[in-house]
């Protein structure tokens, strides 16, 4: 597990680095389809342990190396990972620092909905403090992958 993790870590710097020679990458993953979803794959799991990349960019790079339904399945599915892995990291008292002050509440999906369609704080803040707030795992995840598909489907549609 922990080589997968070093290995898309690794190609996600050279990719930074080498801006200039990817370009060729670029053309050969998109030639694939199967390649494309295994990087795009590879690219949401190391947003899920870090900052970078955004996932503004990794949905405008589904648009533009995959057909519309696909990037739409795998903007989905990732936007679901990203978002799962936060909550349980909030969820988990000894992982994040968790909220005190705030009770139990019930509202989860429409919380997650707002905050998600207005974008006030990022992805990974709200799932922590969502999680660590004791929201419903299933009405945040749905929530949040109702507030985050307008922004999906304008990449998607940015791009063809």
Do not use: E
């Not at 990022?122 to 307008?150: D, E, N, R």
Request: aromatic share 12%; net charge positive.
């Amino acid at each position: 597990m922990w080589r997968l993790v070093f290995s898309a870590i690794f190609v996600a710097l050279m990719l930074c680095l080498y801006k200039d020679q990817s370009h060729p990458l670029l053309l050969l993953v998109s030639a694939t389809p199967m390649r494309a979803a295994c990087v795009i794959g590879v690219l949401f799991g190391v947003c899920t342990l870090g900052v970078f990349p955004p996932l503004s960019l990794i949905y405008l790079l589904c648009g533009m190396v995959l057909p519309f339904r696909h990037g739409l399945f795998m903007c989905i599915c990732g936007s679901a990972l990203v978002f799962s892995f936060s909550y349980f990291l909030g969820k988990h008292k000894n992982g994040a620092p968790s909220i005190s002050l705030v009770s139990p509440v019930k509202g989860g999906f429409l919380t997650a909905l707002v905050l998600r369609c207005i974008r006030v704080a990022p992805c990974k803040t709200v799932g922590i403090c969502m999680g660590s707030a004791g929201f419903s795992f299933w009405s945040y995840l749905l929530g949040s992958l109702l507030g985050s598909l307008p922004a999906i489907l304008v990449s998607l549609a940015i791009t063809k």
